[in-house]
């Protein structure tokens, strides 16, 4: 069983800044953020390979959000720095891992790849 453990979040007005993280103590491949507005289907924001911590963003954060691992022999602690917070930034975060290998060019922000997930932090940024 993969537990991912989060913390952070919170409120901030625009322009601001805020870091999430979260914890496993399981192997993994990839581990990633995701996002979730109301009304609004998941999306990937950032991943970050667990080999060789090569990362990939979405367009909408790309310059502003940045993903990076700290990995010990106790387990694997990712953080997402966003900075310049927009109120379209509001959202559920959520962290998510993949224990697995996938196909070439398989889509690093696709949440469907990612099998285990973490319980999800509000961010609410206003204007």
Sequence with gaps: QVQLV???GGSVQAGGSLRLSCATTASTYYMGWFRQ???KAREGVASISSGN??????DSVK???TIAQDSKNTGTTIYLQMNSLKP???AIYYCAAKRTMSYS???RLDKNEYPY???GAQVTVSS
Excluded: I, K
């Design 6 to 8: 989060q913390s952070g």
């Design 117 to 119: 997930w973490g319980q």
């Design 105 to 107: 060019g398989w889509s």
């Design 88 to 90: 379209e930034d509001t």
């Design 53 to 58: 911590s090569a990362t990939y963003y979405s």
């Design 63 to 65: 310059g502003r959000f």
């Design 37 to 39: 507005a109301q009304g």
